[in-house]
């Protein structure tokens, strides 16, 4: 079964770079979610976006934004890099449908950003 | 921050025995999932138990949701080294909308 795919797998950034993280979620599901884990720490939620609409916020910088293209596939944009962002971010997929919640989220592997 | 607190914090057991990792969270939840993690690698679904049910069962797993406690607990039966890995639950509905609050997480470390 296809899963939730993202790219690139790992990323080297000095500070104040840019970086652009993606992720393709499970074909069919409406919903994107993007966490991330910083290390030793649980993953916390950024952002997710329902039928390409941005549907819930979290503790996301504003030096980070995202979006949900026509095709569903989401990007991270994240500008001014600073050593704190170094961690593991993941992108997960869910059907949401017009019912809303009580479904799994499925995370794909997760992109390391490594800030020098 | 954090929704839930998980206990214990790591956890080593010999394979073949039973791991129970417990779960507690503060505020209303629509369900509860627990998750997977193998080090540095993405969260692997496991079971997702809503908020008006009591006990599940998935092959070795079962787990339990007390509301009225606020807490949940995740029983893995004659245990493997495979299942060697960091185990989260999470918790979405309520205030938190569609969002996953995680816990802090469980290490669990099967000596073969």
Request: proline share 4%; aromatic share 8%; glycine share 8%.
């Amino acid at each position: 079964a296809a899963g939730v795919i993202q790219s690139p797998r790992h990323l080297i950034k000095e500070k104040r770079e840019t970086a652009t993280l993606k992720c393709y979620p499970i074909p069919r599901h409406d919903t994107v979610y993007w966490y991330q884990q910083g290390p030793g720490q649980d993953p916390q939620f950024l952002i997710s976006f329902y039928e390409k609409m941005q549907s819930d916020k979290g503790s996301i910088p504003d030096r980070f934004s995202a979006q949900q293209f026509s095709d569903y596939h989401s990007e991270l944009n994240m500008s001014s890099l600073e050593l704190g962002d170094s961690a593991l971010y993941f992108c997960a997929s869910s059907l949401r449908g017009a019912g809303g919640s009580n479904q799994p989220q499925h995370f794909g592997d997760g992109t390391r950003l490594s800030i020098l | 921050s954090q929704q839930g607190e998980e206990d214990p914090q790591a956890l080593s057991i010999q394979e073949g025995e039973n791991a129970t990792m417990n779960c507690s969270y503060k505020t209303s939840i629509n369900n509860l999932q627990w998750y997977r993690q193998n080090s540095g690698r993405g969260l692997v679904h496991l079971i997702l138990i809503r908020s008006n049910e009591r006990e599940k069962h998935s092959g070795r797993l079962r787990v339990t949701l007390d509301t009225s406690k606020k807490s949940s607990s995740l029983l893995i039966t004659a245990s493997r080294a495979a299942d060697t890995a960091s185990y989260f639950c999470a918790t979405e509905g309520g205030s938190s909308g569609d969002k996953l609050t995680f816990g802090t997480g469980t290490r669990l470390a099967v000596r073969p």
